[in-house]
């Protein structure tokens, strides 16, 4: 069975990379755990991860943390602002399969835009919650 972890972040995968709105605004399926050398902009990266025992005294379960980063060149935030909306809208409380898991809730916890230290890259962070339990 697949960590709970790795179950979270492969459907988080497979449903922004599915969603039809976030893929133009990207100009393809521009989302990586591991940026390839050269990557056009914008994309989206996996980010810092965490997970903690989340059980009850009856049930098994974890809560993840998810860390997702959005990377623009273009000028100013607007391009950064409507690829972490449409991560939002795909994400916030949507009901996604996982492998060998459940996924109880998944919710928007925060979002930031900032001008990258290089002064062309504009960089989002949005930060997701998420509780799971195995089947």
Same mark, same amino acid.
């Given at each position: 069975m697949a960590s709970a972890s790795w179950a979270l972040? %492969?459907?988080i995968f497979a449903r922004l990379t599915a969603d039809a709105v976030l893929?133009?605004?990207l100009g393809g399926e521009r989302m990586y755990d591991d940026v390839p050398v050269r990557a056009?902009?914008?994309y989206i990266t996996f980010g810092q991860s965490s997970d903690r025992d989340w059980s009850t005294g009856t049930d098994a379960g974890r809560e993840h943390l998810i860390t997702?980063?959005?990377?623009s060149r273009e000028h100013g935030r607007k391009q950064v602002d409507e690829v972490?909306?449409?991560v939002r809208a795909a994400?916030?409380?949507a009901a996604m399969t996982l492998n060998g898991h459940r996924l109880i809730n998944l919710r928007h916890e925060f979002s930031d835009v900032r001008r990258d230290g290089d002064g062309e890259t504009f960089h989002g962070i %949005?930060?997701?919650r998420a509780?799971?339990?195995p089947i």
């Open positions: 972040q %492969s459907a893929t133009a605004l056009e902009f914008p997702l980063h959005i990377w972490t909306d449409a994400l916030h409380d %949005s930060r997701y509780v799971t339990e």
